[in-house]
């Protein structure tokens, strides 16, 4: 099953990287942000983006002038109404989701599909706001979008086995390798990931090593490409909180209690990369 046109709500980061790989493939892409500035700031990365790859020689310039200009970008929530697959990649905030997919079932036809890229919350839980909780399904991209092969397929309580198959063949069109998850917390790359960054957290908060010898020692001791407290900065460290909040809430553990030192890093907004300073300073 492919897609002919779809569309993706959310131009940031996420968004715009899924909007390029799907237009890469030909497919007709409806970006969609609350404002002219945020879409507009979208279009722009994934421009930056095929100039990169073209400049790499993977691709030429038109087939980038191609991808981009198969990306409309709007403002309007009402221009996803004829996409086939929407695929939702705003705020991870439970209530935020719910809210969009609610409007999301009442704009588009009967037979679209409406995805997720969340990367922790429950499937089951936004399926239920809508009318269509067999159509809802996770399609949790890795960042960057345009460079990370994997793609988690999570099947919510109602998600359906045709809605799933379509979905797996649809990364697979992309050139990527779906995972097929269930509905757990963190599905898999979270529910394992996290716990690791957490506990870098801890290490650096009790004094046992400097952020850089706690990245080093997984980069060159357990051949990690990048360490567990630079990775935190690059995911974002809010959303590494919101993450740890989710598995906490979900199982009821302590282990996935939020280290103290990530929550006070949070609310002086330091957040990483984004805000130019996290474990390490990324201010220019």
Do not use: W
Request: glycine content about 10%; overall charge neutral; some cysteine.
């Amino acid at each position: 099953m492919t897609f002919s046109e779809i569309a993706v709500v959310g131009a940031g980061q996420m968004g715009s990287g899924i909007a390029q790989v799907f237009a890469a493939k030909g497919v007709e892409v409806t970006l969609v942000d609350v404002k002219d500035d945020l879409v507009a700031r979208g279009r722009e990365a994934i421009r930056g983006s095929l100039s990169r790859i073209v400049k790499k020689g993977a691709i030429t310039q038109d087939d980038a002038d191609k991808t981009l200009h198969r990306v409309v970008g709007s403002t309007r929530l009402d221009d996803a109404r004829d996409a086939e697959l929407c695929v939702e990649a705003i705020v991870e905030d439970e209530r935020a989701k719910r809210e969009l997919f609610g409007k999301l079932d009442a704009i588009t036809g009967k037979d679209s599909i409406l995805a997720t890229n969340t990367s922790s919350i429950s499937i089951t839980v936004i399926g239920a706001a809508t009318k269509r909780a067999p159509k809802v399904v996770g399609m949790h991209f890795m960042n960057p979008v345009p460079v990370m092969q994997l793609v988690e397929v999570i099947r919510g309580q109602e998600t359906s086995q045709d809605t799933t198959s379509k979905v797996l063949a649809a990364v697979e069109m992309l050139g990527k390798t779906p995972v097929e998850a269930r509905d757990y917390p963190g599905f898999v790359s979270n529910r394992v990931l996290m716990p690791m960054i957490n506990e870098a957290i801890y290490a650096l908060m009790e004094g046992v090593a400097s952020a850089e010898g706690i990245d080093t020692v997984m980069k060159l001791g357990m051949n990690h490409p990048m360490g567990p407290l630079a990775l935190a900065d690059f995911i974002g460290l809010d959303t590494c909180l919101a993450i740890l909040n989710v598995l906490h809430d979900g199982f009821g553990d302590p282990k996935y209690r939020a280290c103290p030192l990530l929550r006070r890093m949070v609310a002086a907004g330091q957040l990483g990369k984004k805000s130019g300073r996290g474990f390490y300073n990324y201010a220019t």
